[in-house]
């Protein structure tokens, strides 16, 4: 069974930086493809960025430019490295990793204040 635990969120002012982090168990990491995305109030849940077992990256528009997505796979880790965050960026963000079945954290609440 895997699991994923999510860390690094937190409050932070418009302008500064948070790192997401997204620590998984099992042996299936390296395989698959990882990803964060991210669920405003009242709205639904949308992608910020994946990366594949690859490494090729894919982002947002609204976050191109501004946010990172790594992995490590020596530490079974996806990251999310987020600059220059807006109010707009608040919102509770989820990783999700990705092989013949999608395994979902549990998510990590990112507010960012005007």
């Known amino acids: 069974q895997v699991q994923l635990v999510e860390s690094g969120g937190g409050v932070v002012q418009a302008g500064g930086s948070l790192r997401l982090s997204c620590a998984a168990s099992?042996?299936?990491?390296?395989?698959?493809?990882a990803g964060w995305y991210r669920q405003a109030p009242g709205k639904q849940r949308e992608l910020v960025a994946t990366?594949?077992?690859?490494?090729?990256?894919n982002y947002a528009d609204s976050v191109k430019g501004r946010f990172t997505i790594s992995r490590d796979n020596a530490k079974n880790t996806v990251y999310l490295q987020m600059n220059s965050l807006k109010p707009e960026d608040t919102a509770l963000y989820y990783c999700?990793?990705?092989?013949?079945?999608?395994?979902w954290g549990q998510g990590t609440q990112v507010t960012v204040s005007s």
């Open positions: 099992g042996s299936i990491f390296s395989a698959s493809t």
């Open positions: 999700r990793i990705s092989w013949y079945a999608d395994y």
């Open positions: 990366i594949s077992r690859g490494g090729n990256k």
